[in-house]
T-cell receptor
């Protein structure tokens, strides 16, 4: 079974530029999550989708971050414009509805200079 | 969700049991205890979860105290590959909408397995 795929693995941009991350969850997983992990901290949930609907985006900085999952499969997370404090690893995870285990991708390491 | 408290770090010798403690004194009756781990430069990996009873799987055992205010993750024979950050998380059951509830990660405990 293929795992959660993310791309790119690394990205370096200057502040005020835009960036997008892509995630393809495990086939059949209706729930998709985006997390932000700043160095030395645990992952923080940014947004949770169930199919193509948003379940929880309470911690998403909506003035600069956006996410979509148009067909209920893969998802894109965008930052526009980026700030220095957005430097972090962005993790995507997926799960079946009603199942306890979340499966995480390898993450995208973003460096904003 | 209830908060958890873990020591920042611990170490153990390879081949010995690693016992990782977690306090969750404000846990509610319907909240589960989860453990995930994160090996360097990888995404977190699910280990085990439990509600009241002790649980065991191929990776680890989870011991939850009778009052549910604390728990211990046991890796029976630690190897060098078990060196990682281990997160203890208390999680509510599913939302009223039926959607999965979220995981709230703390800083975790860094386990170092020495040769």
């Amino acid at each position: 079974e293929a795992g959660v795929a993310q791309s790119p693995r690394y990205k370096i941009i200057e502040k005020r530029q835009s960036v997008a991350f892509w995630c393809n969850p495990i086939s059949g997983h209706a729930t998709l999550y985006w997390y932000q992990q700043i160095l030395g901290q645990g992952p923080k949930l940014l947004i949770q989708f169930q199919n193509n609907g948003v379940v929880d985006d309470s911690q998403l900085p909506k003035d600069r971050f956006s996410a979509e999952r148009l067909k209920g499969v893969d998802s894109t997370l965008k930052i526009q414009p980026a700030k220095l404090e957005d430097s972090a690893v962005y993790l995507c995870a997926s799960s079946l509805v009603g199942v306890h285990e979340q499966y995480f991708g390898p993450g995208t390491r973003l460096t904003v200079t | 969700d209830a908060k958890t408290t873990q020591p920042p770090s611990m170490d153990c010798a390879e081949g010995r049991a690693a016992n990782l403690p977690c306090n969750h004194s404000t846990i509610s009756g319907n909240e589960y205890v989860y453990w995930y781990r994160q090996i360097h430069s990888q995404g977190p990996q699910y280990i085990i979860h439990g509600l009241k009873n002790n649980e065991t799987n191929e990776m680890a055992s989870l011991i939850i105290t009778e009052d549910r205010k604390s728990s211990t993750l046991i890796l029976p024979h630690a190897t060098l590959r078990d060196t990682a950050v281990y997160y203890c998380i208390v999680r509510s059951p599913r939302k009223g909408t039926g959607a999965n509830s979220k995981l709230t990660f703390g800083k975790g405990i860094t386990l170092s397995v020495r040769p």
